[in-house]
C-alpha cells in the first residue's frame, strides 16, 4: 500500500488488515484476534509520498496466521481478498488455485484476479477523498 498523493498522509497499523473468502456471494473474514485479544487502537501512522506498508504472506493458514492474527479455516480453493482497514478501505483480490496436503489447506499457488483499491470493498468503505 503506497501513498501515491503529494502530500503526507496518515493510517493505522500495519496491523489493520483483514483476510477474507467469497462464500455465497458475500465477503467473510476468515482472520481472527488469537485467545481474548479484540480491536485495534488509535495509533496513526504517517507516511510521506511514495511510502507506506508491504505486507508478504505465505498463501496458507499458518502463514497468515502470523503476528496479532489466526486463520481459524482451512484455506480451502477459491477466491480471496487482503483488506486493509483505512479510510478508504483497500482490497486486493486473489484465488487460491491449487491445494497442499498440508493440515494448513490451500498454500503457495495464487492467482491474483484483479487489484482494487475501492472496488471490491463494501460501500460504505469507499474512498472518503483520500489518495492510495
Do not use: I
Amino acid at each position: 500500500m503506497t501513498n501515491v498523493a503529494t502530500e503526507r498522509e496518515s493510517t493505522g497499523t500495519r496491523h489493520r488488515y483483514a483476510l477474507q473468502r467469497r462464500t455465497d456471494g458475500a465477503w467473510r473474514t476468515v482472520t481472527l484476534f488469537p485467545g481474548g485479544r479484540t480491536g485495534f487502537n488509535a495509533t496513526a501512522v504517517f507516511h510521506d509520498p511514495g511510502e507506506g506498508f508491504e505486507w508478504s504472506v505465505r498463501a496458507s493458514a499458518t502463514g497468515f496466521s502470523a503476528g496479532k492474527f489466526v486463520v481459524c479455516e482451512r484455506l480451502a480453493v477459491g477466491e480471496y481478498r487482503f483488506v486493509y482497514d483505512g479510510a478508504p478501505a483497500l482490497a486486493v483480490r486473489f484465488e487460491v488455485v491449487g491445494a497442499s496436503d498440508s493440515p494448513s489447506g490451500a498454500s503457495g499457488r495464487l492467482s491474483r484476479s484483479r487489484r482494487s483499491s475501492s472496488r471490491g470493498t463494501p460501500p460504505e468503505s469507499r474512498s472518503r477523498g483520500r489518495s492510495w
